[in-house]
């Protein structure tokens, strides 16, 4: 039998510091707005691309902005608060269309409850996702 000793490198997802670490994603939200409003102004027309395609762009758009609101809201900084509400406004203005289709998912709709009450929604459905799914 042959037996190879060979040490590999032991990848530990969930360590402190690690990139996606809520506290590492609040402290680079700017670079969060810079890629989701790259997205935003690349997200074609739906009639200029397959209707397969536009849905995937969008579900992807979505992700990406539930994931901006989200840790904008969790920083309790009011100015990350209007970071949101510009980068939903800029999504509405540049691309109605996109926007609409966001807006009409059930995560699109949770994230653009206004004011204290949008707030609230986020920060106990981040923690029954933490708590339950383990998301980060």
Known sequence: MLYLDVDLYQYFIGRDGQSV???TMISRIDQLIRVVEA????TPQPEGVPA???RYM???LTINMGIDSVFMVLSKNPEHYEHKAQLWNTLRTQNPKAYDAV???LIGRLLTVPGALGRGLI?????IAHRFIGVN
């Not at 997205?39 to 690349?42: K, L, S, V």
């Open 123 to 127: 920060h106990v459905g981040y923690g």
């Open 39 to 42: 997205m935003i102004y690349a």
């Open 58 to 60: 969008i579900h992807y």
């Open 52 to 54: 397969g395609l536009y």
């Open 21 to 23: 670490e809520e506290k």
């Open 103 to 105: 807006t009409h998912t």
